[in-house]
């Protein structure tokens, strides 16, 4: 199995910014894309970005040109630069591990406030 820790949240003021990281650990395969959601009170969890093991990226519209994931596979660790934040981006952040369709581990989330 993969286990994923997510840390580097807190709190920051509008504008801001914050780098999240996660360690991966256990099975990992090579091969396995990696990915960053986020979940606030009451919404629904929405997924931000994902990198693949070949470095390709896509980005959701809400943090395109704000966000940045990238992952450093000598150190089984993957980030999301964080830039310009909003209160809006409040919410808890969630490291995502998936291999196929049918292989996804989650991390325990690391919170992210947004407020002044």
């Known amino acids: 199995q993969v286990q994923l820790v997510e840390s580097g949240g807190g709190l920051v003021q509008p504008g801001g910014s914050l780098r999240l990281s996660c360690a991966a650990s256990?099975?990992?395969?090579?091969?396995?894309?990696m990915g960053w959601s986020r979940q606030a009170p009451g919404k629904q969890r929405e997924l931000l970005a994902t990198?693949?093991?070949?470095?390709?990226?896509n980005y959701a519209d809400s943090v395109k040109g704000r966000f940045t994931i990238s992952r450093d596979n000598a150190k089984n660790t993957t980030y999301l630069q964080m830039n310009s934040l909003k209160p809006e981006d409040t919410a808890v952040y969630y490291c995502?591990?998936?291999?196929?369709?049918?292989?996804?581990?989650w991390g325990k989330g690391t919170l992210v406030t947004v407020s002044s």
């Open positions: 995502n591990y998936r291999l196929f369709v049918d292989v996804v581990y």
């Open positions: 990198i693949a093991s070949g470095g390709s990226t």
């Open positions: 256990g099975s990992i395969s090579s091969f396995a894309s």
